[in-house]
């Protein structure tokens, strides 16, 4: 797709309508049932614009109100669920109108270029609430349980923010303490992202997120996670140095296979060839090595010297700092 002024793309036959980088603003469907049955799903749920083409066929435009997809990094979460809502939704209104699954809701037929006669709708538009709580009234439950939302374009958004933020998670405190630390975090993240992006969605009916999509998904994962996450949720095991799978949920679990076979045994005998007391030795002298660094950053900056900045900056437990900290204010 190839991305024009606002002036030349309202010339082209096709212009795009959904999966803005900046806000999600509408579901389009492609319906391809015969008229009179469609006639009848349209009474029931009405669209904002339907556009019909030479065979008979067509789109059906949901105007939402609009769904910013640039937030803030304590917006996130809130982010996530919304849009699993917006993916459920879309599933939905697949089911409803058996459209076809392999359209992916980004192009559409240029209103402004077709003959009126082809061009209907009421104007409505939708809040994500309203639209979902009647779709669940209208579509029955056997093809509500059926549907799919992993599948329908917004579901990719889903599945790559949770793969994403889990392997983000499992990744951040080896950058933390480092000089230019956020940037190579946030560099990481952008390049997992699209590796992801292929990876997950290759064999997908829709295709690949479009690269704009992931950047943004990938700019919300590092902002959250370098501000807030301080490792409470997925925590390395002594004997693998890999994420605590007991301490994930059922869908942060699913994306970090077990290790099994020979791969874990390697990973056991190379973990505990320290011992354990050698080991706890070694992490108390690597925290004690970015704790320093970072006492040496924060009083170079300017900045008030306590326990909870010491923890944020050298990306340890706040009560790993507390008590080095009153250790170091004991000594003098």
Known sequence: MRI?????????????????????LRLVVDVDLPWPLAEERFRALPPTLMLINQTGHFHAWYEIDPIPLRVPPERQEALRRTLALLARAE???????????????????????????WTWGGGKRWTLEDLLRELQALVPWRARRAARWELSSYGRNCALFDRLRVEAYGQVNAFRGLTGGWEAFRNWVYQRAHALNHGLFRDHPKGPLDPREVGHTAKSVSGWTWKNYRGTRVWPTSSTGRPDRSRLSPEARAHIPPLQGQELQEAVKAGASLGGKRRGAQRRQEAEERLVEALK???????????????????????????????MRGQK
């Open 4 to 24: 024009h002024k606002r002036e030349n793309a309202l010339k082209r036959v096709h212009i795009q309508v959904g999966h803005y980088p900046h806000a999600v």
């Open 297 to 327: 950053r924060l009083q170079a900056r300017g900045e008030k010297v306590t326990a909870r900045a010491l923890a944020r900056e050298a990306g340890v437990k706040p009560h790993t700092a507390s008590r080095w900290l009153a250790k």
């Open 91 to 117: 599933a939905l209104l697949e089911a409803f109108y058996g459209a076809d699954p392999g359209y992916n809701g980004l192009l559409s037929r240029n209103p402004f270029l077709q003959p009126p006669e």
